[in-house]
């Protein structure tokens, strides 16, 4: 699940079918505007962080399944906040990931051809995961036995 405030999904699907995301121009006293221009010039001076303001990722990761045969789950758990020289967490969970299959490609460990859904690099989950760590981003594990 992503944390949001109630009622975010039915303000943002009521955005959308309105008409408020498309890329297609309207007519606006003769002159085409893309009403996704206007949205974006409207919405993110609202989303911009407070000066000294940090924003944070919570993630928690739940996985059951079976292990050597027998029930077992996994919980990963992720606190990340914006680092000490100004870098995002979102900018830090997600960009760090995408830079870590970026180097497992060009070093030819992950040759999978073509676009890999992430359930493809769950055999390099921990070259990935000490990446992330080398940058700060640490998930801590708990796991169980049933």
Known sequence: KTLRYPGTIEYLRGLR????FSYEPVDIKGV???PIDVTAQ???PKW???PGEREFTVMRIRI???ENGKPKTYEYQLLDRTDSRGT???ART???TCTAVAHLVAEGIYCQPGISPPEFL???FAEVNTYLQDRGVIYQVASENK
């Not at 079918?17 to 408020?20: A, C, D, I, S």
Request: without cysteine.
């Open 48 to 50: 911009k962080l407070k």
């Open 88 to 90: 995002l967490s979102m």
């Open 32 to 34: 085409p505007v893309r």
């Open 17 to 20: 079918e309105t008409g408020f």
């Open 94 to 96: 997600t960009g760090y």
């Open 122 to 124: 769950g055999r390099h």
């Open 64 to 66: 059951s399944g079976e």
């Open 42 to 44: 409207l919405l993110f």
